[in-house]
């Protein structure tokens, strides 16, 4: 095998394992089901850390939500989370678990971000399965 057979070996190799660990994360960090069924809100844990994971979370319409901020950082970027839609705006100290909480009144998609819109994530409000 020359050097340039190696190197394109190597570098082929390389792409693969970037692929498997792309999507394994990708699929980590996707959608989550803020628990469905049962009275109470809908609880999810939201890591703040350079970016929110997951960053996308499903609900049901109708009932309350509660996301928990658990912010791991001091960087200045992330020390407010706004939901617009919803009217809020919160501080969230570093190395604390914040909740937000709030009840969706319409299907849809919703947007929190960071303070200056920079850092993003969606929540995505659903007719709840038992109606359907
Ligand atoms: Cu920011």
Known sequence: MTGAELAVTVTGLAAIGWVNWYFFLAGRTQAV?????????QRTRIVVSGGYT???????????????FDRQETSGCTEE??????GIRTYLPAHKTTPVEF???????????????MVR???IVEEGRRER
């Open 121 to 123: 994530g969606k929540i």
């Open 54 to 68: 997951p960053s996308t979370v499903r609900v049901e319409v109708g009932r309350p939500v509660r996301l928990e």
């Open 33 to 41: 089901a803020a628990v469905p069924a049962g009275p109470g809100p």
């Open 81 to 86: 989370v706004v939901l617009p839609d919803f």
């Open 103 to 117: 009840t969706p009144t319409r299907p849809g998609s919703y947007e929190f971000t960071c303070g200056m819109a």
